[in-house]
Each structure stands twice: as C-alpha cells, then as structure tokens.
C-alpha cells in the first residue's frame, strides 16, 4: 500500500527497457529506433542481457519456418523452434511476414498464420495480479493483516523481522475500525474483484476476437482469489504457456515486484511450473492504447466544467517509500513521471493544453514517502487560488478504497475547505474497450518471448516493455529484493530523521510497557488519575 511532479521535462525510467527486434529472412538483429533517444539509465548495470532473442526464419534440410531462437551472432544453417514449423516454402514466408521494425507488427500484420505459429498445440494462460480487497466488513482486518505482513509493506530491520506478524495483526486490529468505516461508506466491501473479473473476461473475449483460445486467471496478493488459488487452477486446465500480466500500469517493488517474488517462490517449489513457459510484462504504461484510454477519459471529464481550460489536471498515484526508490532503484517513480508526461503530450495533439500536477497518496507509518504529498498538494493549490481541479487516478485501473473513499471524499472535501470550488474526479479505466483491447494486443506480442528474455534496448523508447521470466526481471528490476533497505539504517540520536524514527519506535515501546504493567498489576499513574478505574 503505497502513496506524485510538478509538470516539467521528460523523466525515463532507469530500468525500463524495450524490445525491438527486426523479422528479416536468414538473420537476427535488435532493430534501429523511430523514437527520440533518452538518457543513459542512472543504473543500467542492473539490467545484465547477455543473449539475444528473436524471431527468425530457420532452414532445416528442405524445410523452412519461423522459430524463437537464442543467437550469439555466430553463423548457423538451423536453429531448434519451439513453435513448430511451417510447410510453407520460402517465397510465401516472405509475402506473409514482411520486414517490421518490432516483433509485434509481425504478430499483428499477418495474423492469420502467425497466431497459429504462436499458438500451436499450446495451452495458452493470462495471469492478471491486482492487490486485492475485503468484500464484506468481516474481511477488512484478515486482509490488513495480508497487507502488513508483506515485507514490501512494512519492512524491518533484519534484527527485528521476527515481529513481522505480530506487528502486522497488532496494525491490523488498530486501524480496522476506521478502515471499516471507509469500506461501509462504499458499500460495505471493496469491488475490486469484481471488477478485475470483469476485465479479466473482457480480455478473454478481446483474445478470442483476435484468433488467440486463452484462459484469464485472476490471482490476488492479499485477498481471494489469492495468487496461490489462481496458480493451482491454472495447473489443473493443463496451461503449458503462461503470460504474466499485473494490473498496475508503473512497475514498483511494492505491488509487481511484490506479487512476481510471491509467484518466484511459487515457480521454484512446484516441479511442473518449473517446466512451463512463461513470460512476464512488467509494466504497460508507455502502451498506446492506455496513454489514449487515459486521455479520452480526462478529456470527457473537463467538458463536465464550465471553464474546461482553466482545470487543473491532478494526477495523484500511489505512493511508495523514499528509501525503495533512492536505495533500492524502484523505477516507479520516474515511469510515473514519464507516464504523465506521454499523457499530456497526447492531450497536447488534441489541443487540450492545461497545467498538471503529479502527487502521491495513501501514505502509512513514519517513513518518509515519495513527496509531494497529496493532501499537502492539494492545501497548496487552493492557497495559490486554483479554483478548478480534475483529480485523476493515474496508479489505478479499478475502482477501489483508495478512489471512492481517499479520493472522492476525504480529497474532494479538503479541496473544498482548502477554496477549491470546483472539483471533479476521472474514473478508472475498468474495462474501457481502448484499455482492454491494448491489452490483448500486449499479451498477444509478448507471446513470441515466452519462455525467454526479449531484445533489450536501454537506449530506445519503444512501446514494448522487457519481458521475461519472473526470475529474470526480478533481477533486474529488482536486485536487491532479498535485502530490501530498511527505513532507517543506523541508530543516531539528536534532531535527525533518524533519531526521531527511532527515538518514536522507543517510546512505543516504553509506552506499550507501562500499559502491560498498567493492566497486569492494576497500579500505575493511568489508575492513580482514574483512566483505568476498571482494573483495580
């Protein structure tokens, strides 16, 4: 659960990286960019891609055919296809599949006969991950214990992760209440599934439409359907090539990289996941189909205002700890950033151009969050006299707590009180047609990679992100996932943000010793004032 820039210059992400490789008869190479370059990567060491995938055309005595194979620039007359061959002659193979610039042109410009090569004999399977949420009062504090038990959520100092649990069904029992009373106010429960079981059939037809026979899976990280539900259904339909697809649009070591090292842990103890293919797409924000959803949805949002150019359009993500991004290299940060970026330029070209803002919500704990704030951002605008602020939930593609409750009313009322006049809100994208056909159109590119890792191009913006097995990307996006930094690394006492971690941590301590002996005793200062009468 995690908690956005001022507009500004292009941020890139320091581990986003992108696939291009170019369909050519007899050879492979990672083909030329149409894009602007970017800057090196702040930490391209992190992404370590020592071979090369591609689609090729491969010669085996008289037969010739497409494969997927591993290239080490070395020549060859024949490579092993995983895919299966074509009888087709050499000739025809050119007509059908033309020279691309990427690998998912060729899959969409010759359909046909290249969703037939993909697919095969293959069991083909979509894995949607999403965080999850109670769907009834009962639920809520059986979740938040899910929720803060992860180790991406709260994490400790190895010393003290032993009190993981326990802290996490300690927290749990605190802020249940007033979470129930957030839920009740929408309804009683979250709709989260709900709606994730709506996109997942909704991308199931969008596939079919598109010659692609897959199942979508729904698997959650804190909540039913859990993950481990989902994982068990898809070995018992016999899926032997598996699309790993989480439903937030950024990567973040918090919700996706949570998610891939609970299914990495999965994969390596189960020998027959060992032995399915699969690939993983680990963030989609660049995807034209999603920047155009989100701009369509803004842009019929601010004709609901009387004065659509003088809106303020306030993208507010979720937020995540400071420490993951300056420590741990999250890239989620600047792919939030960027994502807003590509938002706006598409909003440019249909003349729209009003100002921006980027804020982070939902912060807990006493950790210092991705800054700025929300609510602070929001205080900040109505003092500056913005009267007029289209609130846009950039992080979400389902409607849940953190919209119909953090958004819609605890922001949409401290925007009022802060002279904030008038106030609208984006929903998410749901199963918006343009959303979810991109979708398919994302899995059905990435299927040509399943079962290896794509051509990485570090120095090229391209709408098709790395992909590869749950260990692979875990690697590199996440390299230090077994060690995460912990808030605070040492102890210093004084008027530091260290010290007043610690010297907080100390006086919960102190003050949950005085109770314990408050209540086993009954003697103390709390029954010499009457607080605790009843303990006497």
């Known amino acids: 659960m995690v908690a956005e820039m001022l507009g500004g210059g292009r941020m890139w992400s320091s581990s986003q990286a992108s696939t291009r490789g170019v369909i050519e008869v007899g050879r492979v190479e990672a083909g030329p960019s149409h894009f602007p370059k970017r800057p090196a990567p702040r930490n391209s060491s992190r992404v370590n891609l020592s071979r090369t995938y591609a689609i090729k055309s491969c010669s085996v005595s008289s037969r010739t055919g497409l494969c997927l194979g591993q290239c080490y620039h070395k020549k060859s007359s024949a490579c092993k296809c995983k895919l299966g061959w074509s009888s087709q002659p050499l000739s025809s193979l050119r007509h059908h599949l033309r020279v691309h610039s990427s690998a998912s042109e060729a899959v969409l410009t010759s359909q046909s006969d290249f969703t037939k090569l993909l697919v095969g004999n293959e069991k083909i399977g979509v894995l949607l991950l999403n965080l999850g949420g109670p769907e009834t009062l009962d639920d809520v504090q059986p979740f938040l214990f899910n929720l803060f038990a992860d180790p991406d959520i709260i994490r400790l100092p190895r010393l003290f992760r032993f009190l993981q649990k326990p802290l996490a069904q300690f927290i749990s029992v605190v802020r249940a209440p007033k979470s129930k009373e957030g839920y009740a106010s929408i309804g009683g429960g979250s709709p989260l599934r709900q709606i994730t079981d709506a996109q997942a059939e909704a991308l199931r037809k969008a596939l079919c439409d598109k010659d692609i026979p897959a199942k979508v899976y729904v698997g959650m990280r804190y909540w039913h359907p859990f993950t481990e539900e989902a994982i068990e259904q898809i070995k018992r339909d016999g899926i032997t090539k598996l699309v790993v697809l989480p439903l937030y649009p950024q990567f973040s070591i918090s919700t996706s990289g949570s998610s891939l ?276």
């Open 261 to 536: 090292r609970l299914l990495e842990g999965i994969f390596r103890e189960d020998e027959y996941l060992v032995n399915m293919q699969h690939t993983v797409i680990p963030s989609w924000y660049q995807r034209e189909g999603y920047i155009k959803a989100m701009a369509t949805l803004i842009e019929k949002e601010l004709r609901t205002f009387s004065e659509p150019q003088k809106v303020m359009i306030f993208f507010s993500a979720h937020g995540v700890p400071l420490a993951y991004v300056e420590e741990a290299g999250d890239p989620y940060k600047a792919e939030m950033e960027e994502c807003v970026d590509l938002i706006m330029e598409e909003l440019e070209k249909r003349g729209i151009t009003n100002s921006c803002t980027l804020a982070y919500q939902s912060r807990v704990g006493p950790v210092e969050w991705l800054r700025p704030y929300t609510d602070e951002t929001i205080i900040e605008l109505g003092q500056k006299g913005v009267k007029s602020l289209l609130a846009v939930p950039i992080s979400f593609v389902s409607e849940h707590i953190e919209t119909l409750e953090e958004i819609d009313v605890e922001y949409k009322e401290l925007a009022l009180e802060s002279g904030i006049k008038h106030w609208g809100r984006v929903p998410a994208l749901g199963c918006e047609p343009t959303f979810i056909t991109d979708l398919a159109d994302a899995v059905i590119e990435s299927l040509p990679y399943v079962g290896a890792m794509a051509v990485s191009n570090l120095e090229a913006r391209q709408p098709l992100v790395p992909l590869g097995s749950v260990e692979e990307l875990l690697a590199a996006y996440d390299s230090k996932r077994d060690e995460l930094p912990p808030p605070v690394t040492v102890w210093e006492w004084g008027w530091t943000k260290s010290a007043e971690t610690w010297n907080g941590r100390a006086a919960m301590l102190a003050v949950l010793a005085l109770l314990v002996l408050e209540v086993t005793t009954g003697e103390g200062f709390l029954h010499q004032w009457g607080i605790l009468p009843l303990f006497h």
